[in-house]
């Protein structure tokens, strides 16, 4: 019978005589808070939904999407400012919203100077979009995918189909030249505020009118106090996907090469759900008494345009390159 001794000594020899197996240390997760405007149903949430899910089919238990949903961390400046700051790694945003950092984003921004969204998308896929990334990360933005929120249109108060009737009416704009420049020309009032303060605005009289996607129109519930949408379609509405360049720099080019194609997937896959949702959202604004109205002398509404593209020239690069744009 073997004693008490030599079974711990067969037992230590055969652990010694076994394959060594080498357990990997716990993958770090690295949580990355997203801010959306809107809420689950949109493309603004969903994006970042299949974002995530792209993510992890390729690099499984890497990163944990922790998206903020309902404009809870702020509107389009502040979360901006978030993601500078590192307390938010990643987002969308209007071009407009980011154009104090980058001036030259507002050549995406000029009115009715894009056919529709082929057009856009030709542009921003080019030489173009390829210059604006490079100033965005400068501004430590990291600009992984360009997307088309669709057109923007006028919603008032009260109907208003010709750009004389726009006169002496106090319009929520987004905080940027060009949009103040636009509304000016034809004698609006411009008043800067924050999407997500834009509802109580009109509400209270603050503000007679805004401009705004069809899509945002519903998300936001703004047929309530703005009723009448005028179907302009005076800006097309780019943006950007984008991480927050402190976030960025810590990765490895492994994980920000999955980043980067996943969020250019998502792109592409939210322009499919703009479509579809910009049908269902005019359905939705119609059901709560929101009126659709066709725009009236289209002529006149482009002529007070064709002043910003020579206002807004210096800063983006000169008229021969608009004119380029207008011919691609």
């Not at 010694?16 to 197996?21: G, R, T």
């Not at 493309?43 to 089919?57: D, F, L, M, N, Q």
């Not at 899509?215 to 991480?243: C, D, N, Q």
């Not at 066709?294 to 206002?311: K, L, P, S, T």
């Amino acid at each position: 019978m073997l004693s008490r001794r030599s079974l711990i000594t067969a037992s230590a020899a055969g652990l010694l005589a076994s394959p060594f197996i080498a357990r990997p240390a716990l993958a770090k997760v690295t949580t990355i808070t997203t801010a959306s405007l809107l809420s689950e149903d949109k493309p603004e949430t969903k994006i970042w939904r299949y974002i995530a899910a792209s993510v992890e089919e390729k690099l499984p238990g890497r990163f944990r999407f922790n998206v903020v949903t309902s404009g809870a961390l702020g509107g389009e400046k502040e979360v901006a400012e978030a993601t500078r700051l590192g307390s938010v790694q990643a987002s969308l945003s209007t071009v407009s919203a980011l154009s104090g950092w980058v001036p030259q984003l507002q050549i995406l921004d000029l009115p009715f100077l894009y056919r529709d969204a082929q057009h856009l998308r030709h542009v921003v896929e080019g030489d173009t979009g390829q210059n604006l990334a490079r100033q965005l990360e400068a501004q430590k933005f990291i600009a992984c995918g360009f997307i088309d929120y669709g057109a923007r249109h006028l919603l008032t108060k009260e109907a208003v189909t010709r750009p004389e009737q726009m006169k002496g009416k106090r319009i929520r704009v987004i905080q940027s030249p060009l949009h103040t420049k636009l509304w000016s020309a034809y004698g609006a009032a411009p008043i800067g505020i924050p999407i997500t303060e834009t509802y109580n605005a009109l509400s209270t009289g603050v503000a007679d009118a805004m401009d705004l996607t069809k899509s945002a129109y519903a998300g936001f519930k703004l047929y309530e106090v703005v009723p009448f949408m005028t179907e302009t379609g005076h800006i097309r509405a780019s943006g950007i996907v984008y991480f927050a360049a402190s976030f960025w720099k810590g990765l490895t080019p492994e994980e920000q090469a999955v980043l980067r194609a996943a969020a250019g997937e998502g792109a592409v896959y939210f322009n499919r759900l703009i479509v579809a949702d910009e049908a269902a959202s005019v359905e939705t604004a119609k059901s709560h008494g929101g009126k659709v109205l066709a725009a009236e002398d289209m002529d006149a509404w482009q002529a007070g345009a064709r002043g910003v593209w020579q206002d807004m020239a210096e800063t983006i690069g000169g008229m021969a390159r608009i004119e380029a744009i207008l011919q691609a």
